[in-house]
């Protein structure tokens, strides 16, 4: 298994484009995490998946995001009307949980919104 | 993760050992992670640490935890230039999504 993959690792937009990120987690991980992190900060939580069921969101996540888990495999994450502010790098996590619930992380995408 | 606080720089000769501090509030957190990420890369999994243990010693790394001061340490022996990086800190969630919150990283300087 060669870990967390995201795809793609960079993407320039305009604002009011919208864009969509994906993420493949290490393939018997249940537990898939969306983090989003900017610049001189460590990531925070967006959204978190244990296998297909998105059980929470933080109040980061505006209705202009959403993310999915088909078959409770790779993960999406959209973002629709894309602003500014969303200049982020967008890293996706995943875990197996029990005993000691660590989180491997991908590459990340970077998204820069012009 | 305003509830988990690092020094912001640290800069070490090559060789000596380097000490990264963390401050946390959350007394509840069961697990404490170090997590490493370099320039444009993702987070890479270092150790961690049980709330009930003091100490985790793994080849070069040392980890240290306070729980009475809810204090954490990252111990690097011998520090090599390979080791410049971001160093996060973060606690786990201690129930449902296990979510991670993290500082705001510690940027780790080794000079030659």
């Known amino acids: 298994d060669t870990g967390v993959s995201q795809d793609p690792r960079h993407k320039i937009t305009k604002r009011g484009q919208n864009v969509t990120f994906r993420c493949d987690p290490i393939?018997?991980?249940?537990?898939l995490y969306w983090y989003r992190q900017t610049l001189g900060q460590g990531p925070e939580f967006l959204t978190y998946f244990q296998n297909e069921a998105q059980l929470e969101k933080s109040r980061l996540l505006s209705d202009r995001f959403s993310a999915e888990r088909p078959k409770g495999s790779f993960s999406t994450l959209e973002i629709q009307r894309t602003e500014q502010g969303d200049s982020a790098m967008y890293l996706c996590?995943?875990?197996?949980?029990?005993?000691?619930?660590?989180?491997?992380f991908g590459p990340g995408t970077r998204l820069t919104v012009t | 993760g305003e509830d988990v606080e690092q020094s912001l720089f640290l800069s070490v000769r090559e060789g000596d050992s380097s000490v990264i501090n963390c401050t946390y509030t959350?007394?509840?957190?069961?697990?404490l992670y170090w997590y490493k990420q370099e320039p444009g890369a993702g987070l890479q999994l270092l150790t961690y640490i049980f709330s009930n243990m003091d100490m985790k010693q793994d080849q070069r790394l040392t980890v240290l935890l306070n729980k009475k001061d809810k204090h954490l340490s990252l111990r690097i022996a011998d520090t090599q230039t390979g080791d410049s990086a971001i160093y996060f800190c973060a606690r786990g969630q201690d129930t449902g999504r296990r979510a991670l919150t993290f500082g705001s990283g510690t940027r780790l300087q080794v000079q030659p």
């Open positions: 393939s018997e991980h249940n537990r």
């Open positions: 959350d007394s509840s957190s069961t697990y």
């Open positions: 996590a995943s875990s197996s949980g029990q005993p000691t619930y660590e989180q491997y």
